[in-house]
Structure formats: structure tokens, C-alpha cells
């Protein structure tokens, strides 16, 4: 298999929380079209290296390229511009909105609604067709999760940012939502997942790296970081030992 | 019993007025947590300038609205960029308080020094005809306040959700991060959504002018009765604020008929201090910030 394209590179940043360094020269690059997956433990730095991409976030040092163009800097509200599309951590769908409405919101940055795109989300979701006139604060859970990212997927997104998709969901639906990641990568979009579900995550992925306290520790394809004894150790609950 | 009905009469009236001002200084609130205590202050120069267009080129109050509430959105939109956005966001409620203060005295000032401090009114020929239905009396000026405060109240509610910058500005009430993250361009959305406050505060000025007489100073009696209004009402809620001037002109009336009219200014405050206490969130302020 070919080396994809680079789509997106991260260099060397330095994140910083006041005193807290929470980035401490993070390195990595996505292709396009690929599926990453960002792994680590609780306050590894995961959600702190998305919100850096998407613009929430400055870095004090490095830089990040978008198509060998310098975006850091560039508030979050332009990136967007470029097809960086995040779906935050915790489903930050509009409660007091429609899912229509929402759905509707997540095409702001186009002056108007592509019924087609609208088509193609419904088709993925048909929950949130069934359920397009409700009040998004009234959603299940992971409807709301569906639709925070069916929300992303109407602003045509290049590269999707989804940290932690998962989250607080049954087992049948992050099968569920982790199998409309993967058809969403067909249609040509790159996606920088982050999940504690590491398992999901490594199979889905084509390539992984795995944060700790704010360093990269550890590098791989997805198949090689399932097999690698770390990670069955820290992240798949497995005995090192017995395996 | 006859006297009880043609005060709620006049309560349903007069509560379309303070909707329309309380409207604008909620949707401040619920856009960028900024309580504006300048929201009385501009109401009182929407009103100063209907006096002045009215006394100088003899246009109507009513006709003088679409000017006003031009200017005040001018007003408001440079209060936002040159006195609130340089507040940074965490401590920017607070401070708020005291920005908004100083604009209000500021405007205060202004106000004195080009209209003097006695009292004006706005007497224009109907300003003392009135109806009488079934044996109520319905004052005119009354009537057309309320029919245009309906009116701009249905404009604004069409505004926040027909039209893709009122979707941008709920958005951003309810989840300012997405909205961001969404392309929503939160420093636009805020000043364009204190200019609309204003803008309000205008329409309501014109109307406000021509019921009561005011001087500079009326803007401190105007906002304890708006902040007990949007507190009834839920902050940031639009629909609270509505029924929050509803409820209180509504009561307010009521005990000026059934009691006295000295009792009557003493319910604003009555009210507010019981919504304190048994329910602080207002009506509508339940899960976060109600209907916007
Ligand atoms: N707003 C903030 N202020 C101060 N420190 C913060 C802030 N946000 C995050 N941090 C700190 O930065 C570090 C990285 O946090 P981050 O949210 O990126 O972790 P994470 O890998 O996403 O964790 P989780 O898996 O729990 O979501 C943590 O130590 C956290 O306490
Ligand atoms: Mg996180």
C-alpha cells in the first residue's frame, strides 16, 4: 500500500493551561484518508490535542499544517473554512433546537442547506429522521451523539476530529457508531478519532499513537498496536502475563 | 369590580411596553451573560430622541421608530465593541455589571447635558383620546403601544428563528463552543446581539415616552423594573421575559386598583425579592437559560 497524501501535520506543540503544560511537544501526521486513532489514559492530553487543531486552543510552541498550509493561529470559527470539522467530547448538540435545526446549523459556515448532504445524514442516521422535529435536549444519549456528528458531516468536512464518540454508550450502538465512522471514511473524509475504547478504536484505524502525559509514547499501525503488550496491558484490561 | 378589570386593562397594556425593553436586555444576557444596567438608560435616549424628532421636525413617535431604533443599534453595537469585547470572558459577567453601570451614567450625563434634567413629554394630538368599550376606557396611545410592542416582539421572534443569523444567535446562547466550532463568529454574534438589545430599548423608548413624561434620570427606576421582569422571567428567556412583564405590570395594576397606586410601585420589587427567594432561576430559567 502506497503512502497516502499528508493531509495534516502536527509538530513539536507546547500547550499550556496557565502553569500546566499539558502538551509537551507533541509530534504526529494524518494522511488523507486515513483513520488515526489518538490513544492515551485520562488526562493524557487527548481532547487538549484536538481543541489545538480545530483552533479552540493556541499552541505555545510548534506549529500545524493543514495541505502543507500553516493553520495554527487561525481562530477556530475560520478553520472550519477549510473542512476542519470537530465533534467535541460530551455531545454538544443545541438542546433547545430542532434536530432539523441543528442539522441545519452544522451547514452555517455554507450560506445554504445542501439537501443532499442532508439526504446523505439522514441515510446514515435514520433515527434522526425519525425523530427530526424533536428537541435535540430531548434525544437519547446516543442519538445525540449521532447527531452531534451528523451535524459535522453537513459542513462537508475534510478531516473530521472526533474525541471520544463513544463515550457513555452501549456496546450495540458504539458498534453502531463506530461502523458509520468507518462508511464515512469510504466517502473519502480523514478522521483523527479519540477514544478510551481503545479495542474499537485500533481495529477501525489505520494507524494509532498513544499519549501520555502530554508525550507521544508509542506509535503504530492499528494492527500493531492491538498486538503491542502495552496496550493490552493499559488500555484492553489484559494481564501481560497471561497472554 | 369594574375598577379590577380596567386595571388589568391597563396592566395587559402597559406590560407590552416592558416586554419589548425587557426583551432586549435578556437576549443581551442570554448571548454573552452580560446583564446590561444600561438597558433603562437607553430606553430613556430612544425616548429623549423621539421628544427631539417630534419637537424639531414634528415626526410622529410611532413613525420616529424606525430612526431610533437605528441609531440606539449603532449605540449598542459600540458599547459592545469598545466597552464589553475587551473584558476577558472569565470574569466578564461581573465586570459587566460595573461597564454597563458607567455607560449608564455615561449616558446619563449625555443626556443632561443636551436636555437638561427637567421633566419632557411627548404630547401629540391623541395623546389624551381615548375609547371606551363596554364601559372601559382603553387610552389610544395605550392601545397603539401595545399593538406596536406585539409587532416588534413578532419580528424578533421571527428574526431568532427564521432567519440563519437568528439561528447563529440561539446557537450561540445555547452552546457558544459549538457554535464557534460551527463557524458562528461569536465577537459578530455578541455585537450585533447588543445592537438588537438597544434596538429594543429604542422601539420601547418612543413608546415609553409618549406615556410617561422622563428626564435623565428616569433610567434607574426603568431598570429595577426591568431586572425584576428578566428575573421573573428566567434571564436570557424571551418568552420568560414576556410573561415576566405580563405577570408583574398585570399584578401591579391590580394592587394600585385593589389598594392602592403607592402599593402598585412596590410590587416590582415585592415580586422580585419573592422569586428570590422561592424560585431564584425565574419561570423559564430551568434548565439553563428557557425559550431562546
Ligand atoms: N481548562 C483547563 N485548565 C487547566 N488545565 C486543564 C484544562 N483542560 C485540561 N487541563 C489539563 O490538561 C491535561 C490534559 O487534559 P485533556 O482534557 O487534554 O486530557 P484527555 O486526554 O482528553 O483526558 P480524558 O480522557 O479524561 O478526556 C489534564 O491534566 C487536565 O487536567
Ligand atoms: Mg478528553
Avoid at chain 2, 449603532?74 to 464589553?84: A, C, E, N
Avoid at chain 2, 449608564?104 to 443632561?112: D, K, N, Q, V
Wanted: net charge neutral; hydrophobic share 50%; charged share 15%.
Amino acid at each position: 500500500m502506497s503512502e497516502p497524501r499528508e493531509l495534516l501535520r502536527v509538530t513539536d506543540i507546547e500547550v499550556r493551561y496557565g502553569a500546566i503544560r499539558a502538551l509537551k511537544g507533541v509530534s504526529f501526521t494524518v494522511g488523507e484518508g486515513e483513520v488515526v486513532a489518538l490513544l492515551g489514559a485520562n488526562g493524557a492530553g487527548k481532547t487538549t490535542t484536538q481543541k489545538t487543531i480545530s483552533g479552540m486552543l493556541r499552541p505555545a510552541v510548534g506549529s500545524i499544517t493543514f495541505e502543507g498550509r500553516r493553520i495554527d493561529g487561525i481562530p477556530a470559527h475560520e478553520l472550519i473554512g477549510l473542512g476542519i470539522c470537530h465533534v467535541p467530547e460530551g455531545r454538544h448538540v443545541f438542546p433547545r433546537m430542532t434536530v432539523h435545526e441543528n442539522l441545519e446549523m452544522g451547514a452555517f459556515r455554507f450560506k445554504r442547506v445542501d439537501s443532499a448532504d442532508l439526504e446523505r445524514v439522514l441515510e446514515l442516521f435514520p433515527r434522526l429522521r425519525e425523530r427530526i422535529k424533536q428537541q435535540a435536549g430531548t434525544l437519547s444519549g446516543g442519538e445525540q451523539q449521532m447527531l452531534a456528528i451528523g451535524r459535522a458531516l453537513m459542513g462537508k468536512p475534510r478531516l473530521l476530529l472526533l474525541d471520544e464518540p463513544s463515550m457513555g454508550l452501549a456496546p450495540l450502538i458504539v458498534a453502531q457508531i463506530f461502523e458509520i465512522v468507518r462508511e464515512i471514511n469510504t466517502t473519502g473524509v480523514t478522521v483523527l478519532v479519540v477514544e478510551q475504547n481503545a479495542a474499537q478504536a485500533l481495529t477501525l484505524a489505520d494507524r494509532g499513537y498513544v499519549l501520555e502525559t502530554g508525550e507521544i509514547v508509542l506509535e503504530g499501525t492499528g494492527r500493531e498496536l492491538l498486538a503491542d503488550d502495552r496496550i493490552r496491558a493499559a488500555y484492553l484490561g489484559e494481564e501481560i502475563a497471561a497472554s | 369590580m369594574h375598577a379590577l378589570i380596567q386595571g388589568i386593562i391597563l396592566g395587559i397594556l402597559t406590560a407590552g411596553v416592558y416586554a419589548l425593553m425587557a426583551s432586549g436586555q435578556t437576549l443581551i444576557f442570554g448571548i454573552m451573560k452580560v446583564v446590561n444596567l444600561a438597558q433603562g438608560a437607553m430606553v430613556i435616549l430612544g425616548a429623549y430622541l423621539a421628544f427631539q424628532l417630534f419637537t424639531s421636525f414634528g415626526i410622529d413617535p410611532f413613525l420616529a421608530i424606525p430612526i431610533t431604533t437605528v441609531a440606539l443599534f449603532v449605540v449598542g453595537v459600540l458599547v459592545q465593541l469598545l466597552f464589553l469585547r475587551p473584558l476577558r470572558s472569565d470574569d466578564r459577567s461581573e465586570l459587566s455589571l460595573l461597564v454597563t453601570f458607567a455607560v449608564a451614567l455615561l449616558l446619563e450625563g449625555i443626556m443632561s447635558v443636551i436636555w437638561s434634567t427637567s421633566d419632557r413629554s411627548i404630547n401629540t394630538h391623541y395623546a389624551n383620546s381615548s375609547w371606551t368599550v363596554f364601559g372601559y376606557q382603553i387610552t389610544l396611545v395605550r392601545l397603539w403601544a401595545f399593538l406596536l410592542s406585539l409587532f416588534a416582539l413578532g419580528l424578533l421572534y421571527l428574526l431568532l428563528n427564521r432567519t440563519r443569523f437568528g439561528r447563529a444567535i440561539r446557537a450561540s446562547v445555547q452552546n457558544p463552543e459549538s457554535a464557534t466550532l460551527l463557524g458562528v463568529q461569536s465577537e459578530r454574534v455578541s455585537a450585533i446581539g447588543f445592537g438588537l438589545g438597544a434596538a429594543t430599548a429604542a422601539a420601547a423608548g418612543s413608546v415609553y415616552g409618549l406615556l410617561y413624561p422622563f428626564n435623565s434620570g428616569s433610567h434607574y427606576d426603568l431598570i429595577s423594573r426591568l431586572l425584576s421582569i428578566v428575573i421573573l422571567g428566567g434571564l436570557g428567556s424571551v418568552g420568560g421575559a414576556v410573561i415576566g412583564a405580563l405577570v408583574i405590570s398585570v399584578s401591579s395594576a391590580i394592587v394600585a386598583s385593589a389598594i392602592s397606586p403607592i402599593w402598585s410601585e412596590m410590587t416590582f420589587f415585592i415580586v422580585l425579592l419573592l422569586v428570590l427567594l422561592v424560585r431564584p432561576r425565574g419561570l423559564f430559567g430551568t434548565a439553563a437559560r428557557g425559550a431562546i
